[in-house]
């Protein structure tokens, strides 16, 4: 069974960093791009960043272009955002999304994590 496991949310102020972790566990995850999704209380869940499995391509969502960059390490079936200058607006549940992707594909979506709640204040 496919689990997508994510750690290191918490409670920050503004302008502080967090990186998030999601490890990948019970399946097989060649060619799997990976991704984060974030959904704030009362909103619908938005795409944050994606992955493609070999790494060599990556898309960033407007409001986080620039501040959070997405990586992975295939050996250890796991992908990392790491997240600078957070702001009070970047305040959502976290989740981790994989799906399979040939190449330098983007897709995701095929399993979902449980979140971790990140919470920035001003």
């Known amino acids: 069974q496919v689990q997508l496991v994510e750690t290191g949310g918490g409670l920050v102020q503004a302008g502080s960093s967090l990186r998030l972790s999601c490890a990948a566990s019970g399946g097989t995850f060649d060619n799997y791009a990976m991704g984060w999704f974030r959904q704030a209380p009362g909103k619908e869940r938005d795409l944050v960043a994606v992955i493609s499995w070999s790494g060599g391509n990556t898309y960033y969502a407007d409001s986080v272009n620039g501040r959070f960059t997405i990586s992975r390490d295939n050996a250890k079936n796991t992908v990392y955002l790491q997240m600078n200058n957070l702001k009070p607006e970047d305040t959502a549940v976290y989740y981790c999304?994989?799906?399979?992707?040939?190449?330098?594909?983007?897709?995701?979506?095929?399993?979902w994590g449980k979140g971790t709640l990140v919470t920035v204040s001003s």
């Open positions: 999304t994989a799906g399979y992707s040939a190449g330098d594909g983007l897709g995701v979506g095929d399993y």
